[in-house]
């Protein structure tokens, strides 16, 4: 008899005692900017154009801990992930608390003009812990 109200109370001590998981969402922040034509500066150490974005959402936490994730679209909806050869021309980004700066070359490492079109920019901040 003694089995039988055990087993029942074992179940029933699981069933109390069994812990829930929660997962607390942090929602990523994507900031749109547009480079204008003539926006590109020329730097004579790096020989490439240059454009700063004042991101005052960088700040030392976001530089130490989160991902960043860039994408530039000439306003076709097509988006291309940065670093990337788009139109002839090859982009990276580099980023620092307050700022991010992209840079732009010709696609074979060569000095070249620099995008003659407004460039839409879509900078991810990547929440993490």
């Given at each position: 008899m003694k089995r039988f109200l055990l087993l029942p109370l074992l179940l029933f001590g699981l069933i109390l005692s069994s812990c829930t998981k929660e997962e607390v969402v942090i929602?990523?922040?994507?900031?749109?900017?547009?480079?204008?034509?003539n926006g590109w500066k020329y730097d004579n150490?790096?020989?490439?154009?240059?454009?700063?974005i004042?991101?005052?959402?960088?700040?030392?936490?976001?530089?130490?801990?989160?991902a960043i994730v860039v994408a530039i679209s000439?306003?076709?909806?097509?988006?291309?992930?940065?670093?990337?050869?788009?139109?002839?021309?090859?982009?990276?980004?580099t980023y620092q608390r307050g700022a991010l700066v992209l840079e732009v070359q010709g696609a074979t490492g060569n000095t070249v003009n620099p995008p003659n079109t407004a460039k839409t920019v879509k900078i991810t901040i990547i929440e993490s812990r």
């Open positions: 929602p990523n922040r994507t900031i749109v900017t547009t480079i204008p034509a150490v790096t020989l490439t154009w240059y454009y700063a004042d991101m005052p959402e960088i700040d030392d936490y976001t530089n130490e801990v989160n000439a306003g076709d909806g097509i988006w291309e992930a940065i670093p990337d050869v788009y139109d002839g021309y090859a982009y990276t980004y």
